[in-house]
């Protein structure tokens, strides 16, 4: 059973970076499509990210427009590590973090995934 966890929330100013985790145990996560999303309260959860398995060649990581040049996803296999690096954050960007795993949906769409972490925390704050 594949178990993800994410990691490297917390507090920031306005403007700076974070890089968050999300570490897989249970299965590789090569196979996997992966997604990035986000939650605030009373608000539904949006896709913020996401990066297609190795096995499919012929897709690049999509980005939500709010986030595009600022977040990056990325895979470490080394790992099992999926990234998202953060930067030039907004206040409008704290939210609870969470990555998501699918071997077949894949998309912004949280309906796509079927394995969650517990999330991470970001707060963008002066």
């Known amino acids: 059973q594949l178990q993800l966890v994410e990691s490297g929330g917390g507090l920031v100013q306005p403007g700076g970076s974070l890089r968050l985790s999300c570490t897989a145990s249970?299965?590789?996560?090569?196979?996997?499509?992966i997604g990035w999303f986000r939650q605030v309260p009373g608000r539904d959860r949006e896709g913020v990210s996401c990066i297609s398995s190795i096995s499919t060649t012929d897709r690049v990581p999509y980005y939500q427009d709010p986030v595009k040049g600022r977040f990056t996803i990325s895979r470490d296999k080394a790992t099992n590590t999926i990234y998202l690096q953060m930067n030039s954050l907004k206040p409008e960007d704290t939210a609870v973090y969470y990555c998501?795993?699918?071997?077949?949906?894949?998309?912004?769409?949280?309906?796509?995934?079927?394995?969650w972490g517990q999330g991470t925390q970001v707060t963008v704050s002066s």
């Open positions: 249970g299965s590789p996560l090569d196979y996997y499509n």
């Open positions: 998501a795993a699918d071997q077949v949906g894949y998309g912004l769409g949280p309906y796509e995934y079927t394995y």
